[in-house]
Protein backbone atom coordinates (compact mmCIF):
# COMPACT_ATOMS: atom_id res chain seq x y z
CA UNK A 1 0.00 0.00 0.00
CA UNK A 2 1.06 3.63 -0.67
CA UNK A 3 -0.07 6.29 1.76
CA UNK A 4 -0.09 10.04 0.53
CA UNK A 5 -0.59 13.30 2.42
CA UNK A 6 -1.19 16.34 0.77
CA UNK A 7 -0.10 20.08 2.56
CA UNK A 8 0.76 23.69 1.97
CA UNK A 9 -2.86 25.05 0.44
CA UNK A 10 -4.72 28.07 1.71
CA UNK A 11 -5.61 31.32 1.16
CA UNK A 12 -3.52 33.33 -1.18
CA UNK A 13 -3.98 36.87 -3.20
CA UNK A 14 -4.21 36.62 -6.65
CA UNK A 15 -0.20 37.28 -8.04
CA UNK A 16 0.85 35.36 -4.90
CA UNK A 17 2.97 32.15 -4.60
CA UNK A 18 2.27 29.11 -2.96
CA UNK A 19 4.29 26.00 -2.70
CA UNK A 20 2.23 22.31 -1.88
CA UNK A 21 3.88 19.43 -0.79
CA UNK A 22 3.24 15.45 -1.55
CA UNK A 23 4.93 13.11 1.33
CA UNK A 24 4.42 9.38 0.37
CA UNK A 25 5.00 6.46 2.80
CA UNK A 26 4.67 2.72 2.34
CA UNK A 27 5.49 0.73 -0.83
CA UNK A 28 7.35 3.61 -2.15
CA UNK A 29 9.74 0.77 -4.85
CA UNK A 30 5.97 0.42 -5.97
CA UNK A 31 5.75 3.41 -7.61
CA UNK A 32 6.58 5.04 -10.95
CA UNK A 33 5.03 8.21 -11.08
CA UNK A 34 3.38 10.93 -9.39
CA UNK A 35 1.51 13.69 -10.43
CA UNK A 36 -0.98 16.66 -9.06
CA UNK A 37 -4.67 17.00 -10.12
CA UNK A 38 -7.06 19.67 -9.17
CA UNK A 39 -10.62 19.57 -9.12
CA UNK A 40 -12.82 23.32 -9.19
CA UNK A 41 -15.99 23.37 -8.50
CA UNK A 42 -18.99 22.45 -11.11
CA UNK A 43 -15.99 20.81 -12.67
CA UNK A 44 -14.21 17.62 -13.65
CA UNK A 45 -11.03 16.19 -12.12
CA UNK A 46 -7.95 17.36 -14.63
CA UNK A 47 -4.51 16.36 -15.08
CA UNK A 48 -2.20 19.07 -13.57
CA UNK A 49 1.37 18.12 -14.01
CA UNK A 50 2.98 14.47 -13.50
CA UNK A 51 6.99 13.54 -12.73
CA UNK A 52 8.29 9.67 -13.64
CA UNK A 53 10.54 8.50 -11.39
CA UNK A 54 13.39 9.33 -14.37
CA UNK A 55 12.48 12.90 -14.36
CA UNK A 56 10.39 13.05 -16.75
CA UNK A 57 8.08 16.19 -16.23
CA UNK A 58 4.77 16.58 -17.63
CA UNK A 59 2.35 19.65 -17.56
CA UNK A 60 -0.90 20.50 -18.69
CA UNK A 61 -1.05 23.18 -21.40
CA UNK A 62 -3.14 26.24 -18.82
CA UNK A 63 -0.41 25.64 -16.53
CA UNK A 64 2.63 24.88 -17.62
CA UNK A 65 3.92 28.82 -17.74
CA UNK A 66 3.68 29.25 -13.73
CA UNK A 67 3.45 25.44 -12.48
CA UNK A 68 6.62 23.40 -11.45
CA UNK A 69 6.50 19.84 -10.54
CA UNK A 70 9.77 18.65 -8.49
CA UNK A 71 10.86 15.51 -6.07
CA UNK A 72 13.17 14.95 -3.04
CA UNK A 73 14.09 11.10 -2.67
CA UNK A 74 15.67 12.02 0.83
CA UNK A 75 12.18 13.06 1.77
CA UNK A 76 10.17 10.61 -0.02
CA UNK A 77 8.11 13.78 -1.24
CA UNK A 78 6.75 15.76 -4.32
CA UNK A 79 6.14 19.43 -4.70
CA UNK A 80 4.56 21.48 -7.30
CA UNK A 81 5.22 25.22 -7.05
CA UNK A 82 2.38 27.35 -7.97
CA UNK A 83 3.73 30.98 -9.37
CA UNK A 84 1.57 33.91 -10.23
CA UNK A 85 -1.84 32.61 -8.70
CA UNK A 86 -4.92 33.43 -10.46
CA UNK A 87 -8.33 32.59 -9.22
CA UNK A 88 -9.17 30.28 -11.65
CA UNK A 89 -6.56 28.02 -9.80
CA UNK A 90 -8.98 27.42 -7.09
CA UNK A 91 -9.45 23.80 -6.22
CA UNK A 92 -8.84 21.21 -4.10
CA UNK A 93 -5.62 19.88 -5.49
CA UNK A 94 -4.96 16.30 -5.25
CA UNK A 95 -1.51 14.13 -5.14
CA UNK A 96 -1.27 10.54 -6.82
CA UNK A 97 0.67 8.45 -7.61
CA UNK A 98 1.10 6.01 -10.29
CA UNK A 99 2.47 1.43 -9.38
CA UNK A 100 4.08 -0.68 -11.44
CA UNK A 101 1.60 -3.01 -10.63
CA UNK A 102 -1.59 -3.43 -12.88
CA UNK A 103 -3.30 -4.74 -9.75
CA UNK A 104 -2.45 -2.04 -7.89
CA UNK A 105 -3.58 1.14 -10.27
CA UNK A 106 -3.39 4.52 -8.35
CA UNK A 107 -3.07 5.70 -5.25
CA UNK A 108 -4.25 9.08 -4.13
CA UNK A 109 -4.61 11.43 -1.14
CA UNK A 110 -7.24 13.89 0.49
CA UNK A 111 -6.44 16.34 -1.15
CA UNK A 112 -5.44 20.10 -0.14
CA UNK A 113 -7.54 23.65 -0.99
CA UNK A 114 -5.98 26.00 -2.40
CA UNK A 115 -8.27 29.25 -2.57
CA UNK A 116 -7.10 32.60 -4.69
CA UNK A 117 -8.73 35.70 -3.74
CA UNK A 118 -8.65 38.72 -6.13
Known amino acids: QVQLVESGGGLVQAGGSLRLSCAAS????????MGWYRQAPGKQRELVAT???????NYADSVKDRFTISRDYSKNTVYLQINNLKPEDTAVYYC????????????WGQGTQVTVSS
Open 96 to 107: NAASYSKSSGDY
Open 26 to 33: GSIFSIRA
Open 51 to 57: IARGGTT
